[in-house]
């Protein structure tokens, strides 16, 4: 493949970061990778694992002569990192990240930011619920898709350049607003993953007052939870912290299509319930031919086939 970067930069070497490091490594995309992470642990195996050509100790260290600097930390963090790096970009650095809300690192990167650098976020819709450089892997993001979420005043040039390096790693790019971005996540995932960490929770409770066994008893359906449910808690407080008025109303909507349901078993309305499990079904179906998972009832997360965040 043709080198896109000269010199990449990633911040936070933990899942996403030390994928994003393999992949532009091992598919040539970039001809140095700069990997760095605000913890010397981490930055240790990050030098054991061996597929950064450098591991400064700093973000503003890694961002030195970079082409392209991607933020691979907490939503939360992306400020600090953006605040970090902003004297050491050289005049025409790109500066992408990866977070799972889009709106808010606009926000809170963009100000930081010299005007000779240009901000083009991204979110791979793709993960796993590992967390840490042993859990990346260069193939986490092929056939997935990439949102690119450029401010209306980005660089077009920037953004064919995060575009390219995104179907260079194997995703599908698709572009939008970081609004919508954020109102469509909230629905794909965002508000799954709380129902997640809501039903493990109900269950852990039941488990300890009624000695109610659901942990050994757990089949199908509450494994795939708990999986979701085991999803790095820093990166998901940060979800719900930043993507906050999205998920809001997509929790609206939720409980009120969940009341219809609870009404249809309370009435006995079978055929409510036939008719909604018969469209539910449909759409499972229309995901996996459109390649975005497999048959397989476990969430697809197994490493070749990630599922999204
Ligand atoms: P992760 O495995 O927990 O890694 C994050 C790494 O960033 C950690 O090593 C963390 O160090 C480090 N870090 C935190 N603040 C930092 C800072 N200021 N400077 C340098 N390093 C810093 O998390 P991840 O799953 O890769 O998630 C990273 C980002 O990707 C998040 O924004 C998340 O929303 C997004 N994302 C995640 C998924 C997914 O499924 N996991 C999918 C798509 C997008 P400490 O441990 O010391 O805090």
């Known amino acids: 493949m043709t080198v896109l970067v000269e010199r990449l930069a990633v911040i936070g ?6 994928s994003v490091a393999r992949a532009a490594r091992e598919k040539g995309l970039a001809r140095i990778v700069v ?4 913890d010397p642990a981490v930055r240790a195996r990050v030098r054991e694992l061996g597929f950064a050509h450098e591991v400064p100790d700093s973000a503003a260290a890694a961002a030195e002569g970079a082409d392209f600097v991607i933020a691979c930390v907490p ?3 992306s400020g600090a990192v953006a605040a970090e790096i902003a004297p050491a970009l050289k005049p025409g650095a790109i500066v992408s990240d990866v977070g799972s809300v889009k709106a808010a690192v606009l926000e809170f990167m963009a100000p930081h930011l010299p005007a000779h650098a240009h901000l083009v976020p991204a979110h791979p819709v793709a993960g796993t619920e590992f967390s840490g450089p042993d859990a990346g892997f260069a193939a986490l993001f092929e ?4 949102i690119v979420t450029p401010p209306a005043e980005a660089d ?7 575009t390219a390096l995104w179907r260079g790693f194997g995703s599908n790019v698709e572009t939008m607003s970081a609004q919508h971005h954020d109102l469509v996540l ?10 997640a960490y809501n039903i493990v929770g109900t269950a852990a409770h039941l488990e300890q007052t009624l000695t109610s ?3 050994k ?3 199908g359906g509450f494994r795939d939870f708990t999986r979701i449910a085991a999803s790095d808690p820093t990166m998901w407080r940060d979800v719900f912290l930043y993507n906050r008025e999205a998920v809001l109303e997509m929790l609206g909507r939720f409980n009120e299509d969940l009341s219809a349901l609870q009404r249809a078993i309370r009435y006995g309305d079978g055929q409510a319930l036939f008719d909604h499990f018969t469209r539910t079904r449909a759409i499972r179906r229309s995901i996996i031919e459109q390649g975005q998972e497999t048959a397989a009832p476990d969430f697809g997360r197994r490493p070749g086939a990630p599922a999204g965040s």
């Open 13 to 18: 070497a933990g899942l996403i970061g030390s």
């Open 156 to 162: 077009p040039a920037a953004v064919e350049t995060v």
């Open 143 to 146: 056939g997935r898709w990439c």
């Open 35 to 38: 990997v760095t992470d605000q």
């Open 217 to 219: 008893f757990s089949a």
């Open 186 to 195: 909230a629905i794909t995932s965002h508000v799954p993953h709380l129902i």
């Open 75 to 77: 939503v939360g963090a």
């Open 213 to 215: 066994e659901v942990i």
